[in-house]
């Protein structure tokens, strides 16, 4: 079984994304089950999760409508207000929906860089440990020491950092970035997604670019701890599904059959389905 463990869908007709603007044509269009499906079927991939895209509750019940009625979608990471003084209740009422998986707030877009670190949102990340939801971290190196924060505090809530937390791919800039997520992967309960690489790289990238990332996440977190994800689309604005999947196979190849299978479905399948008690379907 192998998993993609971080796509979008979105309808421009919405329009609660924010960051999404003409200005970025190539993601300036609707994008659906049907673009997807020929490329994870071209990939040899029979699941995804599905992940937010706008910070609105509306969007997250948008996305569980089309997970449920798209078979190969697993399961969804949605949004809540996590600093909404009845955030537990909310998090509870879109909990009942089995094909949530996980919450994300948008922590790169938010203007305190402290933002994690605020008492009132423990009543959230406490609702997500009682529904056995995964905390998806949208993180820049900026936010890892605030995220240490947070995995002390709640030392049994279920954390994927997203896309490696961005390190600085284009210019090479690796030294803080290292150092931080090695103190946040120190703690057993986080994993990390070897995903949204290129996008961090320099428009001419070539998988060389990636390796010394790549080296950092599998000497931190090791092929237990990490899940592949294309995040597609947004990986189109620097390389099509199948390039970054090529690449990534090739920054794979070292690795033995099992640890590969692992960061490509097991270990997704392991975080963001057996924690809800959802069977896999593969």
Known sequence: ??????????????????????????????????????????AGISRTILVQAAPTEAETRFLLDVAGRTPWVAGVVGWADFTAPDAPARIAALARNPLLVGLRPMVQD??????????????????????????????LPRHLKPLLTVLERHPTLSVVV???????????????????????????????????????????WRPADLAPVFDDLMALFGPARLLWGSD????????????????????????????????????AARLYLASRGRKSGC
Request: charged content about 20%; glycine content about 2%.
């Open 162 to 204: 997203d896309h490696a937390a961005k390190p600085d791919i284009a210019r090479c800039d690796f030294a803080a970035w290292r150092r931080d997520l090695a103190a946040v992967a120190q703690h057993s309960h986080v994993m990390c997604k070897l995903s949204g690489l290129v996008t961090e790289a320099a428009a001419d």
């Open 1 to 42: 079984m192998q998993i993609d463990a971080h796509q979008h869908f979105w309808s421009i007709a919405r329009k609660d994304y924010g960051w999404l603007t003409p200005e970025l044509p190539a993601l300036w269009r609707d994008f659906t089950p049907d673009d997807l499906k020929p490329l994870i079927d071209t």
């Open 232 to 267: 597609w689309p947004v990986v189109t604005l620097r390389a099509s599904y199948a390039e970054w999947r090529a690449a990534s196979l090739a920054l794979l190849s070292p690795c033995s059959d099992n640890e590969r299978a692992a960061i490509l479905g097991g270990n």
């Open 110 to 139: 938010i203007a305190d860089d402290q933002w994690l670190t605020r008492d009132n949102l423990a009543p959230a990340f406490a609702a997500l440990t009682a529904h056995q939801l995964v905390f998806d971290a949208l993180v």
